[in-house]
């Protein structure tokens, strides 16, 4: 088996980066989304942790565990925007450790702590969108239709 290949007709092997961001958006998806190490996404795309982080730096210009992390504020985002939950909560169903650790990563990201962000939504104001996050996620939902 030659890794690397796309899924054609023929069914070939499925690209490694491909299977791990497949993996990455059902955990994202998951409540409460469950914590992942390196070397799980590597087993799931059959090579090593450091090839997949060449594959991911190579494909996305992120590595795989960034990816998770973006897919998990991704997903936060849209649980401040649409829903009541609490911020305690959203740190949970979304997989960080402490609502404090999950607070500084969303504002990295997204420029506005989640209170903020959530308020800024409700009062229908624009906010700021990662630029990495939206072109991961464009590149990810391509990738794996």
């Known amino acids: 088996m030659r890794y690397g290949r796309r899924d054609g007709p023929e069914g070939g092997a499925a690209d ?14 998951k409540e409460p989304s469950p914590s992942i190490t390196l070397t799980q996404l ?4 059959h090579v090593t942790p450091e090839h997949l982080c060449r594959l991911f730096r190579q494909s996305l210009d992120l590595g795989p ?3 998770v992390r ?3 504020l991704e997903r936060a985002a849209t649980l401040l925007g649409r829903s009541n939950l609490a911020i305690k909560q959203i740190t949970q169903s979304t997989g960080f450790s ?3 650790h999950f607070s500084r990563r969303f504002s990295e990201v997204y420029g506005l ?16 969108s990662n630029p ?3 072109a991961l996620l464009i590149n990810i939902f391509s990738r794996i239709r």
């Open 132 to 134: 990495i996050s939206k």
């Open 65 to 67: 565990l960034e990816c």
């Open 70 to 72: 973006l897919a998990r």
């Open 113 to 128: 702590p989640p209170r903020a962000y959530r308020q800024a939504i409700r009062e229908g104001r624009e906010v700021q």
């Open 42 to 45: 590597a087993r799931v795309a």
């Open 16 to 29: 490694p980066v491909e299977k791990v961001l497949r993996l990455i958006r059902d955990i994202s998806l």
């Open 98 to 100: 402490s609502p404090y």
